[in-house]
């Protein structure tokens, strides 16, 4: 059975910083392209970053230079390190594995993030 199970959400000032991770069991971090998405409310959910297994990582332009997202296989968590929060990253962030033809393809049950300005 494949879990994934974020974590690091919470109230964080604008400019400040903040660590998610997704704990992944059932499925290998390395073997999927992992993503994080975000969901604000009233909005649709939107895709943020994303490592696929050779390492090349991608960023949301509306996130490059804040966000880095990277995984550690021995632990098989997924992380998402955000800094300079702004208020409009406030939203719920959803770790995401999918295969390429996205014949698999996991959600985690999200966490909140909150940027006060």
Same mark, same amino acid.
């Given at each position: 059975?494949?879990?994934?199970?974020?974590?690091?959400?919470?109230?964080?000032?604008?400019?400040?910083?903040?660590?998610?991770?997704?704990?992944?069991?059932?499925?290998?971090?390395?073997?999927?392209?992992?993503?994080?998405?975000?969901? &604000?409310?009233?909005?649709?959910?939107?895709?943020?970053? #994303?490592?696929? @297994?050779?390492? %090349? !990582?991608?960023?949301?332009?509306? =996130?490059?230079?804040?966000?880095?997202i990277t995984r550690d296989s &021995?632990?098989?968590?997924?992380?998402?390190?955000?800094? #300079?929060?702004? @208020?409009?990253? %406030? !939203?719920?962030?959803?770790?995401? =594995?999918?295969?390429?033809?996205?014949?698999?393809?996991?959600?985690?049950q999200g966490t909140q993030v909150?940027?006060?300005?």
């Amino acid at each position: 059975q494949v879990q994934l199970v974020e974590s690091g959400g919470g109230l964080v000032q604008a400019g400040g910083s903040r660590r998610l991770s997704c704990a992944a069991s059932g499925i290998s971090v390395d073997s999927y392209h992992m993503n994080w998405f975000r969901q &604000a409310p009233g909005q649709v959910r939107e895709w943020v970053a #994303s490592i696929i @297994p050779d390492g %090349t !990582a991608n960023v949301n332009y509306s =996130a490059t230079g804040r966000f880095t997202i990277t995984r550690d296989s &021995a632990k098989n968590i997924l992380y998402l390190q955000m800094n #300079s929060l702004k @208020p409009e990253d %406030t !939203a719920v962030y959803y770790c995401n =594995a999918r295969t390429p033809s996205h014949s698999d393809d996991y959600w985690g049950q999200g966490t909140q993030v909150t940027v006060s300005s």
